[in-house]
Nanobody, 120 residues
């Protein structure tokens, strides 16, 4: 299962970016999708997640600035990032809880990461 993430780039403090991530193949089922990030020298941390029924969870550091959404029909998750700060600089990874076929169990799959740099 491949997750294709896009939308990263260089943005000035206070700016906005929108990340997207799609599951690239046909699958049996998909559960929670979300975003993590990893800044240089730090551990990967949760940014936001969304369940199939729309329940969301945000890191305290991004709440009220970032919004996660998803298109269930297209197995796509988005992260709208507003009021970006230099401390948001990191590689952002999407993930999805996926059941590939009816015979498989549920497993987490990760995208390749997209770099977000917030700098003036």
């Amino acid at each position: 299962v491949q997750l294709q993430a896009s939308g990263g780039g260089l943005v000035q403090p206070g700016g906005s970016l929108r990340l997207s991530c799609a599951v690239s193949i046909k699958i049996f089922g998909i559960g929670t999708m979300g975003w993590y990030r990893q800044a240089p020298g730090l551990q990967r941390e949760l940014v936001a997640t969304m369940t199939t029924i729309g329940n969301t969870n945000y890191a305290a550091s991004v709440k009220d600035r970032f919004t996660i959404s998803r298109e269930i029909a297209n197995n796509t998750v988005y992260l709208q990032m507003n009021s970006l700060k230099p401390s948001d600089t990191a590689v952002y990874y999407c993930y999805a809880d996926v059941r590939r076929t009816v015979a498989d169990g549920w497993n987490d799959y990760w995208g390749q990461g997209t770099l977000v740099t917030v700098s003036s």
